[in-house]
């Protein structure tokens, strides 16, 4: 079975720095990758998502991310954060592109100081 | 508005008893799942189908049932016999293409505490 790995479960930044979150999966076959967003109060959200073709890849709201097959990682990043980006970010694999839903990671709270 | 629908949005459940959350979409979509969100757990898979007369186990399924009558419909059944029922339910779905392409589309959920 897969499983899905986030690095760090509370980020504080001030506004205008730089973003990287860790996301790591461990299967081995073909996997397609996720990153959700939930704003307080707010539903899941989709970021951005890879199934192939070229590993960065762009999402809403100036994120994007970058799967690297080797290391089995698909890190999310942003330039530059905003305020409005605090909130909790989930990455999720969905192994052998099937219909038996996705494996979520813990998540990462994320908050932004102005 | 096409999406998916759950309610109540908040419930209370007393000691042994069995409770309901509903879950219905107006996507079309086959596929529908459950999910529990704990703090610092992230989203765990409890039920999902992904056609109507069938359903299979997630990674967390001991203590819940479900039932797909419906296309439209994916009940949840929180039994006594799960001791620690006390999370936010997610409900979603997903379409034609999901296994090439498509995304879940997520309800706004359902805040179970026990009394």
């Known amino acids: 079975a897969q499983s899905v790995s986030q690095h760090n479960h509370h980020v504080i930044l001030s506004e205008a720095a730089s973003l990287e979150l860790g996301c790591n999966y461990s299967?081995?076959?073909?996997?397609?990758l996720f990153w959700y967003v939930q704003y307080p109060g707010q539903h899941l959200q989709l970021l951005l998502k890879?199934?192939?073709?070229?590993?960065l890849v762009k999402g809403i709201k100036g994120f994007e991310a970058e799967f690297i097959k080797s290391k089995f990682s698909f890190n999310l990043r942003k330039p530059s954060v905003q305020w409005s980006d605090t909130a909790e970010y989930f990455c999720a694999v969905n192994a052998g592109g099937g219909a038996d839903g996705l494996t979520f990671g813990k998540g990462t709270h994320l908050i932004i100081q102005p | 508005d096409g999406g998916i629908t759950q309610s109540p949005k908040y419930l209370f459940r007393k000691e042994g008893q069995n409770v309901t959350l509903s879950c219905e979409q107006n996507l079309n979509h086959d596929a529908m799942y459950w999910y529990r969100q704990d703090p610092g757990q992230g989203l765990r898979l409890i039920y999902y189908?992904?056609?109507?007369?069938?359903?299979q186990k997630g990674d967390i399924a001991e203590g819940y049932s479900v039932s797909r009558e419906k296309k439209e419909s994916f009940p949840l059944t929180v039994t006594s016999a799960q001791k620690n029922p006390t999370a936010f339910y997610l409900c979603a779905s997903m379409g034609q293409g999901y296994a090439t392409n498509e995304k879940l589309f997520f309800g706004s959920g359902t805040q179970l505490s026990v009394l």
């Open positions: 299967y081995g076959g073909t996997v397609n």
């Open positions: 189908s992904q056609i109507v007369n069938d359903f």
């Open positions: 890879y199934f192939s073709g070229d590993p």
